[in-house]
């Protein structure tokens, strides 16, 4: 059974900069695919970022130049770095794995889930 347990969400204003860090246990993080999705209020949960086990990676058109997405195997986290934030960033932020090595957009496809992590954006 995976775990995994988001940090690093706050409040900020709009132009600023947060970093998500989503550590796992529990598993071999190396085989597992990683997504970031977000979910603002009154709205279903989408997609932010995925990446595959060596590295590919996707994100939706909402966010492309402005987030990134890594890994770092050796510490079992996958990192969301956001930059240019706005306002409709403001949202609860969870990470997912899935067991396998490619990356998916679709929530469906992602077994296990973080508690979330809340990201405000003050205009």
């Known amino acids: 059974q995976v775990q995994l347990v988001e940090s690093g969400g706050g409040l900020v204003q709009a132009g600023g900069s947060l970093r998500l860090s989503c550590a796992a246990s529990g598993g071999t993080f190396s085989r597992y695919a990683m997504g970031w999705f977000r979910q603002a209020p009154g709205k279903e949960r989408e997609f932010v970022a995925a990446?595959?086990?060596?590295?590919?990676?996707s994100y939706a058109d909402s966010v492309k130049g402005r987030f990134t997405i890594s890994r770092d195997n050796a510490k079992n986290t996958v990192y969301l770095q956001m930059n240019s934030l706005k306002p409709e960033d403001t949202a609860v932020y969870y990470c997912?794995?899935?067991?396998?090595?490619?990356?998916?957009?679709?929530?469906?496809?992602?077994?296990?889930w973080g508690q979330g992590t809340q990201v405000t954006v003050s205009s």
């Open positions: 997912a794995a899935r067991d396998t090595y490619y990356r998916s957009l679709y929530e469906a496809d992602y077994a296990y």
């Open positions: 990446i595959s086990w060596r590295g590919d990676i």
